[in-house]
Structures are given as C-alpha cells and as structure tokens.
C-alpha cells in the first residue's frame, strides 16, 4: 500500500512569489493535514481538510491556504513568499478528522525562500 | 505560547539500557496523547498513544506514563537499541473537547535520542 507522498521534494523560491505543494493522501483516507516544521521548532499544526472542505486552521496568515480535490488529494498555496516561510511542510492522513486515530505522514517539502 | 514542551533538546543512552523522554503541556483541555518517531528525510511515524482516562500504556519496548495532575507524561524505551536513533516528538489533541482544537494535533519541540552500541 503506498503511503503518503508530497511533491515536489525540494522547492526553491524567492521572497514575493507563490508556492504550491501537493499531496496525496493513503488510498480511503479522507481527511488531510499540513503542517509546518521550521528549524529548531516542531510541527505546527496548518490546515485540516476532510472531504473536500477547510475543517480548521492553525495560527497562520491568510497568504497560507489550500484546497482538497475530490479524490482526496491537497494542495497547500503560499503566497507571497516571507524568508521566514523557509521550512519543512508536512502532509499527513487519516480515516477521518479525529486525532485520536495515528496520523500517517508523508517526507515532506522542503521549502527555502530566497 | 508552547502548550507542548519537550524541555530535552537531546538525549544518549547506551544500548540496552532504559531511554527516558518527558514531555510537559499545559492546557488541561488535552485529552490524547500521541508520541512520534522522526528519522532523517523520512515523515513521522506513529509510535504510541495513550487517552487521559489511563496512566499507563504499553507496547512492547515501548510504555508511556502519563501523570494529569502533573500535566507530565514520558516515553519509556526498553531495553534501547541503535536503531531506535531518531528525533522523538510527543503530541496532544483535545479529541474529547473538540471545540477550535478538533482535528489539530499540538506537537512538542522534539528530543533527539542517540543510543550508542
């Protein structure tokens, strides 16, 4: 069964553009989950989609956003790129929006902001 | 605001012997807790849980310990082997709660652990 998995691996921008990362969640899970690592931190919860619509958000500026398709699979958009958006962004799933159940992560996207 | 604290930024043990990692948090709407293990360009993978109704759960090497009153629980590593080398993060959610919290995990710094043969 394949797992979780994020592209593109590395992402290289600079500061004032667009980011777009994906993810395709483990087949009959519905509900995504981003997250972002920055260095020396740990994972700050980002968004949560589940069947197709935004369950909740983190304490993150509008310029993070995102979208579930309906097969499940998520993109996660930053614009206007900050230097400090520079980090590892996490995508996880699951069955369905409780945290109760283990979250399965993907490698993530490394993200630097030049 | 850190709600979940890993005050331990690392930790080393030698092969065979117990491992210790403590995590603190301090919103007392958290009701399930979650430890994860993280190896280098890999994803975090679940390792155990434990609901705020119990003190204790075990599987295999791995017991975690929680102590509500204290706002404390710990992951115990029995006997620790080279390859349970990773960075180890504990998480906790307000599943019972819910309210703004539903769906969101709150992870801690991370301890890194370094078991030496």
């Known amino acids: 069964e394949a797992g979780v998995t994020q592209s593109p691996t590395h992402l290289i921008k600079t500061r004032g553009q667009q980011a777009t990362l994906r993810c395709s969640p483990i087949?009959?899970?519905?509900?995504v989950y981003w997250y972002q690592q920055a260095l020396g931190l740990g994972l700050q919860f980002l968004l949560w989609?589940?069947?197709?619509?935004?369950?909740n958000r983190g304490n993150f500026p509008p310029r993070f956003s995102g979208r579930q398709f309906p097969n499940y699979s998520s993109e996660l958009n930053v614009n206007a790129l900050e230097l400090e958006d520079s980090a590892l962004y996490l995508c996880?799933?699951?069955?369905?929006?409780?945290?109760?159940?283990?979250?399965?992560f993907g490698s993530g996207t490394q993200l630097s902001v030049l | 605001d850190q709600q979940v604290k890993q005050n331990s930024p690392s930790l080393s043990v030698q092969e065979g012997r117990i491992s210790i990692l403590n995590c603190d948090y301090t919103?007392?709407?958290?009701?399930?807790f979650l430890w994860y293990k993280k190896y280098p360009a890999e994803g975090p993978t679940f390792l155990i849980s434990?609901?705020?109704?119990?003190d204790k759960n075990e599987d295999g090497r791995f017991t975690v310990f929680l102590n509500k009153s204290a706002k404390h629980l710990s992951l115990h590593i029995v006997p620790s082997q080279p390859g349970d080398s990773a960075v180890y993060f504990c998480?906790?959610?307000?599943?019972?709660?819910?309210?703004?919290?539903?769906?969101?995990?709150?992870f801690g710094q991370g301890t890194i652990l370094t078991v030496h043969p």
């Open positions: 919103n007392s709407m958290f009701d399930y």
């Open positions: 087949s009959g899970h519905t509900s």
């Open positions: 989609y589940d069947e197709g619509e935004e369950r």
């Open positions: 434990i609901s705020s109704i119990k």
């Open positions: 996880a799933s699951s069955y369905g929006g409780a945290t109760n159940e283990k979250l399965f």
């Open positions: 998480a906790a959610s307000a599943y019972f709660s819910g309210g703004t919290s539903y769906g969101k995990l709150t």
